[in-house]
Nanobody, 121 residues
Framework: QVQLVESGGGLVQPGGSLRLSCAAS????????MTWYRQAPGNQRDLVAT???????NYANSVKGRFTISRDNAKNTAYLQMNSLKPEDTAVYYC???????????????WGQGTQVTVSS
């Protein structure tokens, strides 16, 4: 019905940059909040950044000034530009979206499958 697909992860050296994408597809009427989370081995899944339909943003303190979340509403896609990456940013990054499907009135939360980001020299 609705799918979220993340891409753009990989291996990068400390200080490097990556850009993640999260593309939503399916029977989508509207997407409100889109959020990036990350989960390192043995840790809980933590919020990284979130963006509203109007473009309002919020960031975890650990990534403020280094990461930028954005979205293209026409493409139902969110992005996460990650600069000045650190080894502690290593994790699986997941995308979440609050989606209203065509013909429905409620919003449901959908998750992507995750993309691995590894920061190492």
């Amino acid at each position: 019905q609705v799918q979220l697909v993340e891409s753009g992860g990989g291996l990068v050296q400390p200080g490097g940059s990556l850009r993640l994408s999260c593309a939503a597809s399916g029977s989508i009427s509207r997407i409100t909040t889109m959020t990036w989370y990350r989960q390192a081995p043995g840790n809980q899944r933590d919020l990284v950044a979130t963006i509203t339909l109007a473009g309002g943003t919020n960031y975890a303190n650990s990534v403020k000034g280094r990461f930028t979340i954005s979205r293209d509403n026409a493409k139902n896609t969110a992005y996460l530009q990650m600069n000045s990456l650190k080894p502690e940013d290593t994790a699986v990054y997941y995308c979440n979206a609050n989606v209203q499907v065509w013909g429905g009135t409620k919003f449901y939360s959908y998750w992507g499958q995750g993309t691995q980001v590894t920061v190492s020299s």
